[in-house]
């Protein structure tokens, strides 16, 4: 199988900005070369996009996969992008994207009791 290597992640945003290729075309591109993406890699790149701007953007799209309905979460800034598939759209499953993690973590301070 093939590495999802430095060289490989700069390929995929000229193939994305200059080859107007989507995320399907890119994602078969990758799979027709047996690239795969191990958690700790995409947990880098997430980790690396929070840091390299002051703010970030989300976005949703949702459709059917093998029948089933799902909901796409973007996460961006300038100078990265990623995809967080996900069962619902509500808040919680935001909060969870922007905190990549699949369990929440929430954290209660003197200031909260003061708002409630």
Do not use: C
């Amino acid at each position: 199988m093939g590495d999802f290597t430095a060289v490989l992640r700069a390929l995929i945003l000229p193939l994305k900005d200059y080859g107007n290729r989507g995320k399907a075309k890119i994602r078969e591109f990758l799979k027709n070369f047996r690239v795969q993406m191990s958690e700790q890699e995409f947990d880098e790149i997430v980790n690396m996009g929070f840091t390299s701007t002051t703010y970030q953007q989300t976005d949703d799209y949702s459709a059917r996969d093998d029948g089933v309905f799902w909901h796409t979460h973007i996460l961006f800034n300038p100078f990265y992008a990623a995809y967080f598939r996900r069962a619902h759209k509500d808040r919680l499953a935001v909060l969870k994207v922007l905190q990549n993690m699949i369990d929440l973590r929430f954290q209660f301070r003197e200031e909260m009791l003061g708002l409630l």
